[in-house]
């Protein structure tokens, strides 16, 4: 797997990526590679996009080695930014996407920091989004959000690429411990 790391060239609209190898390969899921009816593809911390995940002021990977229990903690960011890629979606098919986060008990920020989930099919494709807030949420209790995000594949579509991402970038504020345990797409 690789865990693909956006630096302070992503924000210049410059290609500043690096790559890390994690080994393995694949598509970045890990239950079914084509998920059928109601299957769900789990896209782990390190099959997903960070910007500044390489520095570990702003972000730490925990429990790295052992994908069930790992997690990409945002430690202290201004600029949120969690993309995920899925490349084997369908055409005619419907997929719900989102995330499984948790909030750390001495998380900050994010209660004047709304977050948007905002994605698309292709590289061309256009945007759909949902704003999200935060507040309320039980501390150290994974969730998944947003509760209900559907995205169709047109059948005309050429690039079935799913991509989509967490958000945060508009406010200019500190904020830390939100937790990234996984993204997911389901075939509904």
Known sequence: MQLQIAGAGER???????????????TGGRRKKHPTE????ILHPRDLKIAWGSD????????????????????KVIWFEVKATYKN?????KYNIGFNISLKSEAFGWE???????????????????????TDMEAEKPFNIPDNFEIVIPITAKDTTLQFGLYEIWGGR???????????????
């Not at 109601?38 to 593809?41: G, L, W």
């Not at 979606?89 to 098919?93: E, H, L, N, T, W």
């Open 174 to 188: 500190w904020k830390g411990g939100l937790c990234i345990h996984h993204a997911y797409v389901t075939k509904v």
């Open 56 to 75: 570990g002021t702003q972000w730490k990977i925990e429990h790295s080695n052992d994908e069930q229990n790992s997690y990409a903690e945002a430690v």
């Open 38 to 41: 109601k299957e769900e593809v």
């Open 12 to 26: 210049n609209k410059r290609s500043c990526m690096s790559t890390i190898d994690h080994g393995g390969g694949g």
């Open 89 to 93: 979606a369908k055409r005619g098919s």
């Open 112 to 134: 004047s920091s709304p977050v948007f989930l905002m994605a698309k099919v292709g590289e061309s494709g256009s945007y759909t989004w949902k704003r999200l807030y935060l």
